[in-house]
Each structure stands twice: as C-alpha cells, then as structure tokens.
C-alpha cells in the first residue's frame, strides 16, 4: 500500500516512513491509495476471529513494509485482556431494542484514544529500534490525548514525551493520571496559561526546524494515519458482535470533535463494511453539524469555540475532516488544497457545490447536536431507565442517535469515555458517584511528577534541550 497528501504535493509514500510524521510536507494529510476492498468470504471468515486477530488481517491490508510476523506479534501484545479489561477488548453492551454501546475505554486511561495509542507506542518502540533514532515527542493536550499518549510511551525505549497541559484547568481525575506517572521518559509540563497558548507553543516549536531537526521533535496528535487505522478495527469488531450474518446493516453513532474517530468509521465503509449510516454527533462547537446540514464549512476562531461538559469534543476546526472532502470530492487535490491550503480567515471557509452536497448521503452521514442540557437529561435518563451510567460525550452519542433511528435497524453509539473521568456532570446527573476501577482506587493520593513553566516557546525549548535524549 502506497500513500499520497489529500493536497496532491506527496506521492508513494509507505507505511513505516509516514507512521513518525504528522502533515504531510505540502501540509496535506496523509491517505491510502486506494481502499483495500472486502468481500462477502472474507467478511464470513472475519467473524470468527479475536480482536487481535481481526486487527492484524485489516491492518496488514495497509502495512506491507513490516514484517508480518513482527506485526502480528506487535499487535497480539496491544490488544489483550489485561490492557483492555475483556476478551472482547471492545465489548458492546445493549441500551434497549435499538441501541448498542461499543465501550471504546476499557482501557488504562478509560478514554477510546487507548485503542490507536497503545498500538502506536509499540509500533513507534519497534520501528524506532529498527532504525536506531530517537523521538521526542511534544504535544499539548486538555485531557484525553495527552494521557493516552503517555500511558502509551511510558517506559518505552528511545522515546521522550513532553506534555503540555494548561496549569490547573484538567479535571482533577485527569491530573492525577498524568502527573502520577513516575517514568524518566514522561515529562509534564503545566504551562501558565490556556490550552491555546499550549498548542501555540507546540506550533512556534515545530515552525522552528532547526530545533525540531536537531531534537527529533514528533507528534502524535489524532492526524496520524497509523492512529486511523487503528480504529477502524473496532467497527468490524462491533458489527460482528451486534449481527448474526453479513447481510444486516447497522448504523453507528459517533461522538466527534476532529472527526478521526468517524473518519475511521468512513474507511471501514469504504472497505464494505454493511454500515447504514455514520451518525456524526457534536456538542455546542457544532462546525461539523452545520456542514453535514448546509454543506457549508466554517472554522471557527479560537475565541469562539466554546467550553463545554463535554470538552474533548470542544473544538473550533476539525484536523481530519479534509481526509473526507479529499473522498467526497473525488479525490480532487487540487480542489482540497484550495480549499484548505491558506490561512484563516480564508482556511477552510467553504461552501460545496450542489452536487457535491448531493453525494453526501452515499457516504452515509448523517448529524446531529447536543447541548449542555441535552447531555444532562440524556445520562439521567439512561441511569433512570436502563441503570446505566455513561459519560458526557457518550451521552451526546445516544442523544443524537436517538434522532436518527430507522425501524429495524440497530445503531452502535461508541462510548468514548468512562462515566469517571468526568465524574461532576454524572454526580449531578444521577446524584450517584461514577463506579471507580480498583487499579486507580488512591490514584488523586500518589505523588506527582509536574513542572510549572512559564507560558513561552523559548523556555520549553530549553526544557526539551535539556531532557531530551539527543
Ligand atoms: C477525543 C475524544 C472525542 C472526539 O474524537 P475525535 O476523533 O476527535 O472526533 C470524543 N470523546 C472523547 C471522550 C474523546 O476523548
């Protein structure tokens, strides 16, 4: 499998060469050529497997510049019961006679993005081994990402993680999973200042490339391709576990912010996968509702986006919505690279044409948008009727889903987080506290690992020079 930018300027890239890299160099992002196709034997024969298993037949669909014994070892040692808690890994569990939950957070941060991060810390230790380098990877983060990444890298060889988080604005669950990690290789730093001014600083320090040539400065935030391909994996692995046979359709329900998690479940669509439709659920930073509805596209500026009870959806552009524009428009470069390649306040202000709003529905999306007060009635209301509790974005999930339900047909809403993670809407909202695994029963009493640092480029260059292994 060969890869190419949704902007046209990169070509025949593979696998291992894209998997350290973010944009791609004409800042497009990264995309198979072509997507493998699935059949109704191979599908048949797919059902029978483990999680593991299923990982390992899609994502050798789109590596063939690994090894395929090292991969089917990478992955067998990602996706097992003590990591993610079941042998199903992604159990799917029933709300009523039209909708599932697929639980995406079983795993040690209780957030989906463990599925694509564990297997991206394995792969990032092998890969980097094979061709003796190092990575320093810095990031910023306002909860999940950041703590995927690090439970993910911990204690792995040739790696370094720097992250940013805004000082004292996590919860303080998230906190005390981040900061708790006592590993050399993990370094938190809490800047004096907003989640903005965190990624400003990520963006000034990448701009500089003599500093990120020197310092084999990476990323790892959600435009990677190898973190997309994880997550296709789940949506096989939840439409075998909600079907009988390969002649159902289901429809999946999906809680978004920057449309990596749905955009996975567009691939899996692609590939054959019986999927009816994708329902794409936002929160109040509706960018992508109002595009699925209008066709028109607004990024919004940073001091509009809103924060929010369900704040890993809050976000102002979504980062791998072009890979979808890139599909929808036939694959146009060019078109995508005018329509996404100059800088606010022209980037990524468009209106699609008729016909091109008109393909969207053999796409299968669909959306939908939950408020504050949705969200609130939605996780009451599932406690109430069915004793289950469910975290805000999942909550937005179910809201949605409800809106877009078709007689006969199942809908699978991913559950993005657990109820604990966000423990203070669920309390209000059920007057219970949410259930608390035993592994992290003192978690807010151990001590931390945290650095304070002044809201500045220079200083967390510094800090990275001083750190890092170089
Ligand atoms: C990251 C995240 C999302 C949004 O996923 P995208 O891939 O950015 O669309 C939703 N819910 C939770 C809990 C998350 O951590």
């Not at 159902?248 to 439709?277: K, Q, T, Y």
Request: with cysteine; proline share 4%; hydrophobic share 40%.
């Amino acid at each position: 499998m060969r890869y190419v930018s949704t902007r046209g300027g990169s070509v025949d890239r593979r696998f291992s060469e894209i998997l350290l890299e973010g944009l791609a160099p004409d800042g497009g992002l990264y995309m198979p050529t072509a997507y493998p196709k699935i059949d109704d034997a191979t599908l048949r024969r797919w059902r029978g497997l483990s999680y593991a298993e299923l990982a390992f037949e899609i994502l050798s669909l789109y590596i063939d510049d690994i090894p395929a014994d090292a991969l089917r070892t990478i992955i067998a040692n990602t996706y097992t019961p003590e990591i993610f808690g079941s042998t199903q890994i992604t159990p799917l569990r029933k709300l009523d006679d039209s909708i599932s939950l697929l639980n995406l957070s079983d795993g040690p941060t209780f957030a989906f993005k463990d599925m694509a991060m564990q297997l991206l810390g394995n792969l990032f230790e092998v890969e980097l081994e094979r061709r003796g380098l190092q990575l320093n990877i810095l990031g910023a983060t306002s909860g999940d990402t950041g703590s995927a990444a690090e439970y993910a890298m911990r204690g792995k060889r040739n790696v370094q993680v720097f992250m940013l988080s805004p000082h004292g604005r996590m919860s303080p669950f998230q906190q005390a999973q981040m900061f708790s990690l006592q590993d050399e290789n993990i370094h938190n730093l809490a800047v004096e200042g907003s989640f903005d001014t965190c990624q400003d600083i990520v963006k000034a320090v990448s701009a500089d490339l003599g500093f990120k040539r020197q310092y084999s400065i990476g990323t790892v935030n959600s435009i990677n391709w190898a973190r997309l391909l994880a997550q296709v994996v789940y949506y096989f692995a939840g439409y075998f576990q909600a079907t009988t046979d390969n002649s159902e359709r289901v429809s999946f329900c999906v809680p978004s912010g920057n449309f990596g998690n749905i955009c996975a479940g567009h691939v899996a669509r692609m590939m054959g996968l019986p999927i009816e439709n994708l329902v794409l659920a936002t929160n109040e930073n509706d960018v992508l509702n109002e595009f699925f509805k209008t066709g028109r596209y607004r990024v919004r500026t940073s001091r509009e986006a809103m924060i929010t009870s369900s704040p890993s959806m809050d976000i102002s552009k979504a980062s791998n919505f072009e890979r979808f524009v890139f599909d929808l428009l036939g694959r146009d470069a060019q078109r995508v690279a005018q329509m996404f390649g100059t800088e606010l306040p022209r980037y990524g202000q468009f209106t699609l044409e008729e016909h091109a709003f008109a393909q969207i529905a053999s796409y299968g999306f669909v959306s939908g948008k939950s408020t504050h007060a949705d969200r609130l009635q939605t996780i009451s209301d599932t406690w109430e009727r069915h004793r289950m509790m469910i975290d805000p974005h999942t909550a937005d999930g179910v809201k949605v889903a409800r809106e877009h339900l078709r007689p006969g047909k199942r809908t699978i809403v991913l559950e993005t987080a657990l109820p604990l993670k966000f423990d203070e809407i669920v309390r209000q909202a059920t007057g219970q506290d949410a259930p608390r695994p035993p592994s992290v029963a003192d978690l807010e009493q151990r001590p931390r690992r945290c650095r304070v640092i002044e809201p500045s480029a220079d200083k967390v260059m510094a800090y990275i020079a001083q750190h890092c292994n170089c």
